[in-house]
Structures are given as C-alpha cells and as structure tokens.
C-alpha cells in the first residue's frame, strides 16, 4: 500500500522529480549501460592509439603481390593473419579471424534468444541457449589462443633483424614477436595487437565467468523465485557489447 | 502453498515473429561481413575502401546495439546518454589520426 501512495504522490511532478525511472529501466540495467559506456572509452582509446602509432610510421607503397616484412614499413594485415590451423602453408588470409568473427556473431544471438526465452520465463530454453552461448564464447577463446600462439611462434621463415642484444648490435634471423622485437614489422604492431586483442580476449574472458554463473542460477531456479530473468538481460548487455568490440577490432585491426 | 505457488511458473509460448527478427538480424551482420570479405579481396587498399569499411563497420554496430542490446527500443533520453558522448570518440579519433601524420613527418 505505502509504494501506492509513492506512485500518487509523484504523478504531480515531472520526470525528473523523483519516484519513477525517467529512463524506464531498472537501475542495474542502467548502470550496466554507463559502464559500457565507460568501457567503450578504453577500447576507443586502444583503437585510437592504434591508428595514431599506423600513421606515424611509413606506410608500404609497393604491389601486395611483392609485399614481404619488413621493420621499415606497417605492415599489410592480411599479410601476417593468413594461417590455418591444420592447413600448415597454406596461404588464407583473414579466414582464420573471419571463422572468429562468425563464431562471434553466432555468440551473440544466442545469448539474445537466451534473453527472449527469459522474458517468457521458460527456464529449459534459457538453459540450451545460455549454454550455446558460454560455448561460443570458449570457441572464441581456444581460436584466440591458437592465434597468440601463431603470432609469437612466427612464420617458418622469420625475417632478419638488427636488434641490442646483451649491449651488442646484432643481426639475427627472428621467429614471431614479442613486445620488443617482431618479425612482421615495426615492433609497435605486435605490442598493439597484444594489447588490443588480449584487453577484448579478457573481456571475453570474463563474459564467460558471468555468463556461468548466470548459467548456475538459472539452473537452480534463482531466477524463477525472482520471478523475472533481468539478470540474463544484464549479463546479455555485456556479451553483446564484446561482440560490438569485436567488430571494431576486426575492421580497424585487421581489415584496414 | 508459499512455495508451491512460486514453483508454479507460467511459461509462454514463444513468438515466432519475434525469434524470426532476431534470425534476420543475425542474417544482415553475416552478410555485411560477408561483403567486407568481398571488399578485402576484390578491391585495392586506399582511401575508398577504409571508407567502405567504416561505414560497413558502423552499420554492423548499428544493429547490434539497436536490436541485440535493445538500445532502438528504449526511451530517448537515454539512447542520447550513451550515443551523445561517443562524439568525443570522433574528435579524438581525428585530432589523434592528424597528430600521427605530424610525427611521421618530423621523423
């Protein structure tokens, strides 16, 4: 009876006056939301710093067909993300990372059905697509892996590189990369490329532990006693936002 | 009778329209990234393709955000709350991208 008296009280008032939600979400919804925000700052900044260490190196000007590595140029992307797990070389540039992107994607609608079923309190198919969901998301992550470990591995070829060594300049053949010395071009695209995609694989990361645990009460029934599934809107939110992410870091990391 | 009534969870049908919607969308953000796969392998690197890109790019996040995240289906003070300071995104973006060129000039 007293939040009735709340609801009549404030009806005289404006929006903004107090005792409703001018938004018309829930304020977990809405926090969830200025947080993204938040977090779409970092990645944006990422990105940002990305394109301003690009443009402040020499970009390559020869024919992709005669392109090789180099640490006096950017390198062309799909140039260095042309491998395949099983089809050892095999030159397939971006279809590794494309098959990701799609795993994505598929990630993300599912967790979008997870979220219908929710609204319509049917627990079984929250389960199965919550469940497709945190599986996508452990694609995603194993894929990440093989590709890190590619990226560090190098090439079969590796490229000559003049580098300090122990206070002595040397020559040296060097596989792969590290955040001090890489072998498809100037040191700054293998730091950036480790900071860029780790900081979303974190993010991915850790979507999948919300994702769990949301899985768990679901399955526990929390969220029938709740009486509403809001909780895998939230953690719904957050999952798409990485995929959103993933967009950009596909476009701006290995597309451009 | 407590417990037994919060047990007792009236589940609804599902809405084939709307699960449809959700398919159609997901079919839109496959195939714009099917046609950035075309413009990758088809087309030189320069200044028209990273124009295509951005702008494919931008519509792919369109749609997640509008319809995954159901931000096109809220009210709009609060879809302005979140659009609104992604612009200093844009400014930092071009005055970052210029600064960029500043260096490799006085390199």
Known sequence: MSSTATVVSSSKGGLWSGGRSPFKVSYGKLMMWFFLLSDAFTFSALLVTYGLIRYSNPAYEGSPEAFSFSQEYWPIPEKVFEAVPFLHGVSAPLVFVGIMTFILILSSVTMVLAVEAGHRMDRKAVEKWMLWTILGGIAFLGCQAWEWSHFIHGTQEGSIITGLFNGEWETITFFGANLSMNQYGPPPFAALFFFITGFHGTHVLSGVVLNFIIFYNVVVGTYDKRGHYEMVEKVGLYWHFVDLVWVFVFTFFYLI | ?107
Not at chain 2, 18 to 40: D, N, R
Not at chain 2, 72 to 96: N, Q, R, Y
């Open chain 2, 1 to 107: 009778m407590q417990s037994e009534e919060t047990n007792n969870i009236i589940v609804q049908p599902a809405d084939r329209k709307k699960i449809m919607g959700i398919w159609k969308v997901a079919g839109i953000l496959a195939v714009v990234t099917a046609i950035e796969f075309g413009f990758a392998f088809g087309m030189g690197a320069g200044a028209t393709r990273t124009t295509i890109f951005i702008a494919l790019t931008i519509v792919k996040a369109y749609y997640i955000v509008s319809e995954f995240m159901h931000l096109g289906h809220e009210v709009k003070s609060l879809i302005w709350s979140i659009i609104g300071p992604m612009l200093f995104v844009v400014w930092l973006i071009a005055v970052l991208i210029y600064e960029g060129g500043a260096i490799l000039l006085v390199r």
